[in-house]
């Protein structure tokens, strides 16, 4: 990222983010793509609901006549306003302690061990560094060597959605049972 786009990213961020949190949700990221012709503008959107397509719009509508007031990009551009999604892209090493345990996919800035691309569980956080197991190998590598970092969602199969039922109705009525029983200090 350059200069420029940096100082634009912060206007943009200084922007935004009052009103983004006056909805109650957070900034999880933005990017500008594409080149001098019509650049992209994407902002990515979170909160402890989720996001809807009407915050989407809100903070579109605000957005661009701060953008216009603004003029910090010369000509055409577009913007994007959404949700990080279920294979969210991560922006800041603080965004990844809660998906230790998930699957991600890393791409460095220059290769480690001849390959620049990495898949696999998230196994820790140390630092600044990031630690996972690649086709059964362990790897760690700094934050500040990541180009791109990604959560990969991984759907259940069907029988694998049907087995945690089981465990889960199997929990229920257990508990159930516990509650009818009563404990020893209830009966006191």
Known sequence: MTQDTSTVLLRIRQL????????GLGLWGMEIIGGAGRPTLRLFLDGPQG????????????????????DLFPGAYNLEVSSPGLERRFFDI?????YIGRELDVTLNAPLGGRK????????????TLHMICEGAPVSFAWDDVARARLVHVFETPEESKA????????????????AEGTPEDLT
């Not at 691309?117 to 600044?128: E, Q, S, Y």
Request: a positive charge; proline letters at 5%; charged letters at 30%.
């Open 117 to 128: 691309r990495f898949k696999g569980a998230f196994t820790a956080l140390d630092g600044r």
């Open 51 to 70: 996001v809807d397509v009407e915050h989407c719009a809100q903070v579109s509508r605000q957005l661009a006549v701060a953008l216009e007031v603004e």
């Open 94 to 98: 603080s965004q990844l302690p809660p």
């Open 164 to 179: 945690r039922g089981r465990k889960t109705s199997k929990a229920d009525k257990a508990a159930a049972a516990h509650t």
């Open 16 to 23: 935004a983010e009052p009103f983004i949190e006056s909805l």
